[in-house]
């Protein structure tokens, strides 16, 4: 799993939604910073998932914070000692985070698990957590995260600041210094999730949380995702010895849930390999006749316990297709 910096994994891979196997400038970004064309289009991307949210899910919207002015944001942001991106900017100046729902703790989500923290907290987060290394005499949260959405488990969505167009990476905090890359940027994060709640692959839930149907979002990934995917080579890094190579594949394949992969997912489930149960967890995600039959063979004959009783509820919470 990336540990470090942004480097691509082997074989590269493009960014994408939550949980990217590795980081891939496109072309023309890095170093570019954020052109006014692109903040304008970022602005009306906001004002249309507003839209939605009022039309589809009136707790989420309700819960959202007023923005706020972008001198302000500005201002705020003079405690954080990296330059932060336009598009950064425009999140905050559209709203401000969320509020609780219903007097609990828990903000309302934008998306699965996902809450929006309020800028003065984002802030307070980083510098906390911050704090909490130099007592520990560690470097773990790096000084140019800048947290923005937060979740179950202390997951944490940041923006990496070193970049001009910072991507969003997240992860648990207990788990650093392993993390993942979610969105390409706040732009890319912004229209994937309007897409999703758009397609209703994203649905308001009870106290303003969202409700994912995951085959759903992986097809607004897969349509939105640019360039050929080396699908056989993702499910190879599933059998990989090395962690990094492991979480990578396993996370960009959870969230692309590609129906060709399935052939390539029955054949390493034949191996003894590290990525057997990774297999049995994404046959029962992708679905189908050709991965339910291969997850009844392994749960009434494989050797494996644990591979019987992982097949067993995949078969059980896997949705017809």
């Known amino acids: ?86 598009d950064v900017i425009a999140l905050y100046s559209w709203h401000d985070g969320a509020e609780g729902v219903g007097g609990a703790l828990d903000r309302a989500e934008l998306f699965h698990n996902a809450q929006m923290l309020p800028l003065q907290e984002a802030l307070r987060t980083r ?88 085959r759903a979002v992986a097809q607004v990934n897969r349509e939105m995702d640019t360039g050929p995917t080396d699908v056989e080579a993702l499910v190879a890094g599933l059998a990989s010895a090395g962690d990094r190579r492991y979480g990578d594949s396993i996370a960009w394949l959870r969230t692309r849930l590609y129906p060709e992969a399935v052939p390539a997912l029955i054949r390493l489930l034949e191996n003894e390999s590290r990525g057997r149960y990774a297999a049995i967890e994404l046959l029962g995600s992708i679905g189908g006749s050709a991965a339910l039959d291969k997850l009844y063979d392994v749960a009434q004959n494989d050797e494996d316990k644990t591979a019987c009783d992982l097949a067993r509820h995949a078969i059980e919470t896997s949705d017809p297709c």
């Open 1 to 86: 799993m990336p540990r470090e910096g942004f480097e691509p994994p082997d074989p590269p891979l493009r960014s994408f939604e939550t949980c990217a196997p590795g980081f891939k400038l496109t072309s023309g970004e890095e170093g570019a910073g954020v052109s006014a064309v692109k903040v304008n289009e970022l602005a009306d991307t906001l004002r249309r998932l507003d839209d939605v949210l009022r039309q589809k899910a009136p707790g989420v919207s309700a819960a959202l914070r007023p923005g706020i002015p972008e001198s302000k944001v500005r201002r705020l942001l003079e405690t954080f000692p990296h330059p932060v991106s336009d």
């Open 127 to 214: 510098a906390e957590a911050m704090s909490a290394d130099s007592a520990q005499g560690v470097t773990v949260w790096q000084s140019h995260w800048l947290p923005l959405f937060t979740g179950y488990k202390f997951a944490f969505w940041v923006a990496a600041c070193d970049r001009p167009r910072p991507p969003l990476i997240v992860f648990d905090f207990v788990d650093l210094p392993d993390f993942w890359i979610a969105y390409e940027n706040v732009a890319s994060m912004v229209a994937r999730v309007l897409r999703c709640w758009t397609k209703d692959a994203y649905r308001e839930g009870a106290h303003a949380t969202v409700d994912v149907d995951k």
